[in-house]
């Protein structure tokens, strides 16, 4: 089965920064997504990424906020930007259709863990 | 818009005793249902899914779903549950294969 690598697997950072977590598939997929996992909290679509062009938000989250790229079909990153406490959360990484296998599961990383302080 | 309601937030098993999970959806259309489960620290791993046919499910690890149409319900089940099956467990309800939505999660302790 496919192996999805995000890192950092947790961070603690300061009010203000932004940090950028960086998600890798060991085989090519058609289609990549960022979820947020709030604590005690269950998962919430904050957008898909999009090969070569602007990923697609959900309502409730922008651009400005957590950018995202994917320059190709095995990786993407998802910053989050000037963060506050409430960012406090597991972010995942998740992918399907998996263009070797044409397995169509959603597969997701182990999630990097945010701190805020 | 879609949306899924697991009902309980957290139960406790015995080892060796059935587990039962609840969960409803509401849908306007025939959705796709997943069961996931993470275990501490680790990341969503799929049990089984719907989308047509057999409305009773087998997925791994000895688990088992079935679509009640009329409840609009995907109930998972386990006859047997075992220390290892500790864990969350995510109901999820989506027009295609990937974009889900959750449940709130239910917590399974099992004690020994």
């Known amino acids: 089965s496919a192996v999805i690598s995000q890192k950092p697997s947790r961070d603690i950072c300061q009010r203000g920064t932004s940090l950028t977590i960086q998600c890798q598939v060991d085989s090519q997929v058609t289609m990549m997504f960022w979820y947020r996992q709030q604590p005690g909290q269950s998962l919430t679509l904050i957008a898909t990424a999009n090969q070569g062009s602007e990923a697609t938000y959900e309502s409730g989250f922008v651009i400005d906020k957590f950018p995202i790229s994917r320059p190709n079909l095995t990786f993407s990153t998802l910053t989050v930007s000037n963060m506050s406490p409430e960012d406090s959360s597991i972010y995942l990484c998740?992918?399907?259709?998996?263009?070797?296998?044409?397995?169509?599961?959603?597969?997701f990383g182990a999630g990097s863990r945010l701190t805020v302080l | 818009a879609q949306s899924v309601t697991q009902p309980d937030i957290h139960i406790t098993v015995s080892e060796g005793a059935s587990l039962e999970l609840r969960c409803n959806y509401s849908y306007g259309a025939t959705p796709y249902l997943f069961w996931y489960v993470q275990s501490p620290g680790q990341g969503l791993q799929l049990l089984l899914k719907y989308f047509s046919g057999d409305t009773l499910v087998q997925g791994i690890k000895g688990f088992e779903a079935e679509f009640k149409r009329s409840q609009s319900s995907f109930n998972l089940r386990k006859p047997s549950v075992h220390w290892s099956d500790a864990a969350e467990y995510f109901c999820?309800?989506?027009?295609?294969?990937?974009?889900?939505?959750f449940g709130a999660g239910t917590t399974v302790t099992v004690r020994a």
């Open positions: 999820a309800v989506a027009p295609n294969d990937y974009k889900l939505s």
């Open positions: 998740s992918v399907v259709g998996f263009l070797s296998s044409g397995a169509n599961v959603l597969t």
